[in-house]
């Protein structure tokens, strides 16, 4: 039996008004899952929410930055 493919989309951003705090955003069919506003770096950012869409039964990923 195949396991059903489900992509996740990731979004990266930078909150507006803030100097340099960046935001990433974890949907799936047009529902927020995960968010997470952190000082931190972008990859670190986009590292955690891969982690979190794989251990969430996530097969496939789609990375936007905007």
């Not at 996740?8 to 951003?13: G, H, S």
């Not at 950012?45 to 251990?55: E, G, H, I, P, R």
Request: charge should be positive; hydrophobic fraction near 35%.
């Amino acid at each position: 039996m195949k396991k059903p493919k489900k992509t996740a989309k990731i979004t990266v951003y930078h909150v507006f008004g803030t100097k340099d705090t960046k935001a990433c955003n974890v949907t799936y069919r047009g529902k927020l899952l995960q968010q997470v506003i952190a000082n931190d770096y972008e990859a670190a950012l986009v590292k955690k929410m891969v982690t979190w869409a794989s251990d969430n039964g996530f097969t496939h990923y789609i990375i936007n930055y905007n």
